[in-house]
Nanobody, 126 residues
Framework: QVQLVESGGGSVQTGGSLRLSCATS????????VAWFRQAPGKEREAIAA??????YYADSVKGRFTISQDNSKKTVYLQMNSLKPDDSAMYYC?????????????????????WGQGTQVTVSS
C-alpha cells in the first residue's frame, strides 16, 4: 500500500525556516519522482519542487530559498524552506509519480502524480 505522510509544518515569522518531511511507504523513492506542491485558499495548487535520481527541480517562486532532498534509507523526502515569506503560507503536499521514467513527463503537472499525502499547513506571519 502506497502512503505518503507529511510533517514539519507550523507557524513562523517572515525570514524563518522550516523543514518539511514526506515519509513514504509501499514504493521505492529511488525509482520514483517525489514532488512538493502547495495550495493556498482560493489559489490553484502549485508545484514548487521535485526530485528524482540525479535531478531536482524548482519553481521560480522558491528557487534559491527552498531545497529538496531525499534519504533513500529512511524513505523520506525533505523540503528545507528558508527565508520564508507570507506568500509561502499554504497547505503543503507531497506526491509521487512512480512512472515518470517511463513517460518523460513534466515534474510540475499535478495530474502526473498518482499518490498524495494529506498535507501539512505552513503559516508565515509578517
Amino acid at each position: 500500500q502506497v502512503q505518503l505522510v507529511e510533517s514539519g509544518g507550523g507557524s513562523v515569522q517572515t525570514g524563518g525556516s522550516l523543514r518539511l518531511s514526506c515519509a513514504t511507504s509501499g514504493f521505492s523513492i529511488s525509482s520514483a519522482r517525489v514532488a512538493w506542491f502547495r495550495q493556498a485558499p482560493g489559489k490553484e495548487r502549485e508545484a514548487i519542487a521535485a526530485i528524482n535520481t540525479g535531478s531536482s527541480y524548482y519553481a521560480d517562486s522558491v528557487k534559491g530559498r527552498f531545497t529538496i532532498s531525499q534519504d533513500n534509507s529512511k524513505k523520506t523526502v525533505y523540503l528545507q524552506m528558508n527565508s520564508l515569506k507570507p506568500d509561502d503560507s499554504a497547505m503543503y503536499y507531497c506526491a509521487a509519480d512512480r512512472q515518470y521514467w517511463r513517460y518523460e513527463r513534466s515534474w510540475n503537472l499535478a495530474a502526473n502524480f498518482g499518490n498524495w499525502g494529506q498535507g501539512t499547513q505552513v503559516t508565515v506571519s509578517s
